[in-house]
């Protein structure tokens, strides 16, 4: 089978570590074999290699995501961005392209579409198994899982099928209806019903989703569909296709399955209560405490608290009560001051506006060995780099020098530039300028090749 992760969101549900640059599913916080930490999306796709269902993932996601991606799976995953940001249908409908079109995958070829940051056990992977056969046995148009109930939520959608489906026996139940997000009182009905959660997960085959496309736009190859993405609905999978398809089976999964999306929940799973340059004393109780920066956190005397500090700012919250923090924290700064990116990370030391109102703005950048930032220029900044640790290849306008600890390197607003690490380069860039945002960046083909140092 060929495995589509959908990777979207951005948000503040687990703020301050999560951002509109690192959602949930980056945050290296859950502990695996061997020791160490991973993400939720790292610990996805182990799970899914480990149980031998494909070596064939690839993440639908959008850009500002591709490069965290690539830092934290490197080249295990192939990553698909849409355009723009939509909905769960043209995001998959675009991956879904990419394989047919740019992989070349026969239309008969089983697809399972699932999201990258569920918590869950060996057998929940064993059961998308399940629905890969049923699929291929040509039960039905489109296969779902149905998580089975542990209460009457009416946070989740519902799949209700024609007969109570036995998760044991992993048989595939047609489904008669769906029923999003409903009332307490109707969500207690559908479990009489038998009625499953609707888990996200969708199995089919290619040539399936591909037909649906052809119903929006003529296309030849892959660029095309991704030139006319806007011509794809902004919908939803379930509504689009799930909900549309003349025939769909649901196979029942009777086991963990969490979101892990507050910190209440998440703080349940981590094998720590203290992450980072943190400790706790000993009069609390059922404490966690989080630390992303140098200086170090000691908490004690409160019970049932989630502590958190990053660069992006501090939080102390009652763990019963952080389902409400996104709203309370959406108006806080939207800058990330801490990003993973494809060549390293970045963490804001300062930001500030200058007294003739020109701004400035002082980062940390770490760039790991063999690894390099684009050839670029700022059309409204200049920059000057001081290299604290490590040796690289600095290159500006076409020249190239080898730069090392001491070296201070000063970039003029509009020149190309860009540097590879030789070992893994630490460097305090400071940026000057009238804007200083992002998206003031030019991006220049390069060949490390033709290099030669003067």
């Keep these: 089978m060929k495995i589509i992760l959908l990777s979207g969101g951005s948000g503040k549900r687990l703020w301050p570590l999560s951002n509109n640059a690192r959602s949930k599913q980056f945050l290296q916080l859950l502990g695996k074999p061997g020791g160490g930490m991973e993400s939720m999306v790292q610990r996805v796709v182990r799970q899914i290699l480990e149980a031998r269902l494909t070596d064939s993932i690839t ?262 009560y952080s389902e409400t923090l996104k709203s309370h924290v959406e108006a806080f700064q939207s800058r990330p001051m801490f990003e993973e990116r494809r060549w390293g990370t970045y963490r804001v030391l300062d930001d500030k506006q200058l007294s003739d109102g020109i701004w400035s703005l002082t980062k940390l950048m770490i760039i790991e060995p063999g690894r390099n930032i684009s050839y670029q220029r700022h059309l409204h900044r200049s920059e000057t780099w001081t290299v604290i640790d490590g040796e690289g290849l600095f290159v500006l306008n076409g020249k190239a020098r080898k730069v090392g600890r001491g070296d201070v390197v000063c970039i003029p607003c509009g020149d190309l530039h860009t540097i590879k690490a030789i070992s893994r380069i630490s460097f305090i860039e400071v940026q000057i300028g009238t804007q200083l945002v992002e998206e003031d960046i030019e991006r220049i083909g390069f060949d490390w090749k033709s290099v030669r140092v003067d």
């Design 59 to 320: 993440i639908a996601t959008n850009a500002s995501q591709s490069d965290i991606i690539l830092n934290q799976l490197g080249e295990v995953t192939e990553v698909v961005t849409e355009p723009e940001r939509r909905d769960t249908f043209p995001a998959i409908a675009l991956a879904a392209s990419y394989l047919a079109l740019e992989k070349k995958c026969a239309m008969d070829e089983t697809v399972v579409v699932m999201p990258c940051d569920p918590y869950t056990g060996a057998g929940y992977f064993e059961t998308i198994r399940y629905m890969a056969q049923a699929v291929e046995s040509n039960v039905a148009e489109m296969v779902l899982m149905g998580i089975t109930p542990t209460y009457a939520s009416t946070k989740f959608g519902y799949v209700v099928p024609v007969a109570k489906p036995d998760a044991a026996s992993h048989e595939p139940v047609m489904v008669k209806r769906f029923t999003e997000k409903p009332s307490a009182e109707t969500a207690a009905r559908l479990l009489e019903e038998g009625a499953l959660w609707n888990g996200g997960i969708f199995a089919f085959r290619l040539g399936y989703i591909m037909q649906i496309v052809r119903k929006y736009m003529d296309y030849g190859s892959f660029a095309e569909i991704r030139s006319d993405y806007g011509k794809l609905p902004k919908i939803s999978f379930d509504y689009e296709v799930a909900e549309k398809a003349s025939s769909v089976a649901v196979i029942a999964y009777n086991g963990e399955w969490k979101d892990l999306g507050t910190w209440n929940s998440l703080t349940a799973e981590l094998s720590s209560a203290t992450i980072g340059n943190a400790s706790t004393g000993p009069d609390c109780e059922n404490v966690h405490a989080i630390n992303e920066l140098d200086i170090p956190m000691f908490v004690n005397g409160v019970s049932n608290v989630i502590v958190a500090a990053s660069p992006d700012g501090i939080l102390v919250c009652g763990k019963e």
